[in-house]
């Protein structure tokens, strides 16, 4: 492996800031305003939605934890689908609004933005046809298909709140999303296709629903025309639901802060918190953000694979390019199926533009080589995009040289689910690149550091600490769905006036940012967001599980893995079969995104005298480092970290 320099600047390629929507001069003048004169700027941003009633108000924003509130554009009046749909109708009603790209490559089609209209109002018209009134939370399990979309939007074009969750979560982790919201209904095809396997997502459906209990209609598209079972008071079929709709449906007028989305995202401690998005700002953010991060123009056409499960397939395939009337490619594959060049292949197949991804997906196919690559011309390629992790220099100097050809500017967004759109990355016409920096803050983005004990540093010159940021801006979460105190105590408690990120950071003396990770039991697995307590509580909850400790190591293509220490019942010693099972069982338990890459068997876990688990020693001991294990004697039985170093699982 080379040696990289953490200082080398790859600066923007030749006649790009020239053409670039922004340049340096620009982001300089706008950064100041926004900070300086946020009323003003962000007066003139949130022109870009298509308000069904002006706003006056700006922002009203307390993060002070006895009165916290975050209000934007507050008397305001909008429709989030009429601002990705109907606004486009007059200019480019027959351009390509979705282009899918199926599994199988000979499968594709294009939806023109006329074609995504009446099939949103189809649908939005068949949902209120059975029920769904404003308010009410709607959950989507669904594979990448344009229905996918679809249903967003049609949730979105009557008020009511959609809810998606990842097809890779099993029957487990959606019952507990659909309770958690109280959702009546569900959205989810037959089955889900990935890489030429099947994922029964309807029969999921049925066993959260057995177990979920107050959900009245479950809607399921034939994706593949599988047999499935079928309760008719329950289920309805999709295409006999909208058919017969009328293909108009009058939008409902949302106020800006009603809520548009939950999302579900892994926190350090108990189950997955219900982010919720609003409207008026989710969608300025949306909108401006994809526009300014990839210089996006009108006709081109826009690729980002991640899934519309994670937030970033709801920003950045569905609201944030739809917003701006843009080709939005949605891709129903995986990267390696048929075979390691899918992505280049579709690539060419559709002269896409704008290619964003997540770092172990271009770790892996790194490890494919350059040929596989090199096979497609890649020729319409202008600007490449990284999201999700941080990446390693390695993984982005060959995504610059071997897929970019050094020509497109590399965006590597720093976000969170939380965040609604990137708040720490270049601008392709502005930013000098470092291989594995976010580099610098968005517009009306004040990020800072803070010291272990809750000092803010200073804002210049060289610096780390945690990540936090000082102001709010318009794409914030607005509360933890049904518990607003959850909210306060996870962002706002441990550095008071601050949003904490949860992540770590480091300031150069350059100005730039670079994300070390999370500080929190937060785990980032193939830019998979799991919390450490979730593993946990699916690992203790097996029979012959006594006990169990998660931890993260550095893993080559995930980024990190799951290292599992497991204590079985009555001390017994494990036997080779206990590790399929304890494998197999998480995966049922939460999801194939959650498997354990690795178990130890520990008769003891090291805890200190009050019994809490010192997880420090346990990722030392995980990530191979037992140079610096700390002062153990404060634990109850020091001898136990002598057995887990011995037994510990080398890779
Ligand atoms: C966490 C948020 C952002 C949408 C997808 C993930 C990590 C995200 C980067 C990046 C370094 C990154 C952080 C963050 N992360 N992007 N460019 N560089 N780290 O959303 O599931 O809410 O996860 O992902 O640790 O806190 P998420």
């Known amino acids: 492996m080379s040696h990289h320099d953490p200082n080398e600047i790859y600066p923007v390629p030749e006649g790009r800031a020239e053409t670039a929507l922004i340049n340096a001069e620009r982001y300089t003048q706008m950064y100041r305003r926004s900070l300086e004169d946020p009323d003003g700027f962000w007066r003139e941003e949130a022109r870009r939605i298509d308000w069904m009633t002006p706003f006056t108000e700006i922002s009203d924003v307390s993060w002070d934890k006895d009165d916290l509130h975050i209000r934007w554009f507050a008397d305001g009046k909008l429709n989030a689908s009429v601002n990705c749909i109907d606004r486009h109708l007059a200019e480019r009603a027959d351009e390509t609004a979705i282009l899918w790209e199926g599994d199988d490559p000979a499968d594709d089609k294009a939806i023109t933005y006329r074609q995504l209209y009446e099939a949103v109002c189809r649908l939005a018209n068949g949902l209120k046809s059975i029920g769904v009134q404003k308010g009410d939370r709607v959950t989507i399990y669904m594979p990448m298909i344009p229905e996918a979309a679809y249903a967003m939007l049609a949730c979105a074009r009557i008020g009511a709140v959609h809810s998606v969750v990842f097809g890779g979560f099993s029957p487990d982790a959606l019952a507990g999303r659909i309770s958690d919201c109280e959702s009546r209904f569900v959205i989810t095809a037959d089955e889900g296709l990935r890489g030429g396997k099947t994922i029964p997502l309807k029969a999921n459906v049925d066993k959260a629903v057995e177990s979920a209990g107050d959900v009245d209609q479950v809607i399921v598209v034939r994706r593949t025309g599988a047999d499935v079972a079928w309760d008719e008071t329950r289920d309805v079929d999709y295409a006999t639901l909208v058919a017969g709709q009328d293909a108009n449906c009058d939008p409902e007028p949302m106020n800006a802060e009603d809520p548009l989305f939950i999302l579900y995202t892994s926190g350090s401690t108990g189950k997955p918190k219900g982010v919720l998005h609003t409207t008026g700002g989710y969608m300025v953010w949306a909108s401006m953000t994809h526009e300014y991060v990839f210089d996006y123009r009108p006709g081109e056409i826009y690729w980002c694979t991640a899934d519309v499960g994670w937030v970033t397939g709801h920003t950045y395939i569905v609201y944030g390019p739809l917003a701006n009337g843009a080709t939005t490619l949605m891709f129903e594959g995986v990267p390696t199926w048929p075979g390691p060049d899918r992505f280049w292949q579709v690539i060419d197949k559709h002269k896409v533009n704008t290619f964003y991804t997540a770092p172990t997906a271009i770790r892996a196919l790194m490890r494919e080589g350059d040929e596989p690559v090199k096979k497609h011309s890649r020729a319409s390629l202008r600007l490449l995009g990284t999201v999700g992790e941080p990446i390693n220099p390695e993984a982005w100097c060959w995504y610059y040289r071997v897929v970019g050809e050094e020509r497109c500017p590399i965006v590597d967004t720093w976000w969170q689910t939380e965040t609604g759109g990137a708040l720490i990355t270049p601008l392709p016409g502005v930013t000098d690149m470092k291989p594995g920096s976010a580099t610098r803050p968005f517009f009306g983005v004040e990020p800072a550091l803070m010291d272990a004990d809750g000092k803010r540093l200073a804002d210049n010159g060289a610096a780390e600490g945690n990540l936090v940021i000082a102001r709010s801006w318009p794409g914030q979460m607005r509360t933890v769905y049904g518990d607003h105190q959850r909210f306060i105590d996870t962002y706002f408690t441990a550095y008071p006036g601050y949003y904490f990120t949860g992540d770590g950071a480091r300031r150069d003396t350059d100005g730039y940012w670079w994300i070390t990770g999370r500080v929190d039991d937060v785990l980032?697995?193939?830019?998979?967001?799991?919390?450490?307590?979730?593993?946990?509580?699916?690992?203790?909850?097996?029979?012959?599980?006594?006990?169990?400790?998660?931890?993260?190591?550095?893993?080559?293509?995930?980024?990190?893995?799951?290292?599992?220490?497991?204590?079985?019942?009555?001390?017994?010693?494990?036997?080779?079969?206990?590790?399929?099972?304890?494998?197999?069982?998480?995966?049922?338990?939460?999801?194939?995104?959650?498997?354990?890459?690795l178990i130890q068997f520990a008769p003891g876990l090291p805890k200190t005298r009050s019994g809490k688990i010192m997880r420090r020693i346990l990722r030392k001991i995980a990530e191979n480092d037992f140079s610096n294990l700390g002062d153990t004697s404060t634990l109850a039985d020091p001898s136990v970290v002598e057995d887990l170093i011995e037994n510990r699982k080398n890779r």
Request: charged share 25%; glycine share 10%; hydrophobic share 40%.
């Open 524 to 597: 980032n697995v193939s830019g998979h967001r799991l919390g450490t307590a979730e593993i946990e509580s699916a690992l203790v909850s097996h029979d012959d599980i006594a006990e169990a400790a998660v931890v993260g190591y550095p893993h080559d293509v995930k980024g990190q893995g799951i290292y599992c220490y497991v204590t079985l019942m009555g001390g017994r010693k494990a036997e080779d079969e206990d590790i399929a099972e304890i494998k197999a069982w998480v995966r049922q338990e939460i999801g194939p995104v959650a498997t354990p890459d």
